[in-house]
């Protein structure tokens, strides 16, 4: 099991950036594809980016993609996402996510672990 624990969030204005931290522990971190969703109020959680065990490969929403970057360190167990550019639309919980049996791209569908979550917040 891995357990993630999220930081970096914040209320930021338009056009902004707020980097995000997940830091994990628990099984061998380099074991993990990496990602993160968001939910907005009143919406379904969606997919925002995810991070191959090697960082070599990422995926990306279309609607973050060019703002956002996932990033890991894995000597420091921790996975990224900074984020430029902020819009109003922006505005979620964050929530890191991990799992040990998918490839990539798999990643969007969902995960086997989850943080608690991280409030993001972009004002107009």
């Known amino acids: 099991q891995v357990q993630l624990v999220e930081s970096g969030g914040g209320l930021v204005q338009a056009g902004g950036s707020l980097r995000l931290s997940c830091a994990a522990s628990?099984?061998?971190?380099?074991?993990?594809?990496l990602g993160w969703f968001r939910q907005a109020p009143g919406k379904e959680r969606e997919f925002v980016a995810a991070?191959?065990?090697?960082?070599?490969?990422?995926d990306y929403a279309d609607s973050v993609k060019g703002r956002f970057a996932i990033s890991r360190d894995n000597a420091k167990n921790t996975v990224y996402l900074q984020m430029n550019g902020l819009k109003p639309e922006d505005t979620a919980v964050y929530y890191c996510?991990?799992?040990?049996?998918?490839?990539?791209?798999?990643?969007?569908?969902?995960?086997?672990?989850w943080g608690q979550g991280t409030q993001v917040t972009v004002t107009s």
């Open positions: 996510a991990a799992d040990s049996t998918l490839r990539t791209r798999d990643l969007r569908l969902g995960a086997g672990y």
């Open positions: 628990g099984r061998s971190f380099v074991e993990y594809v």
């Open positions: 991070l191959s065990r090697n960082g070599a490969r990422t």
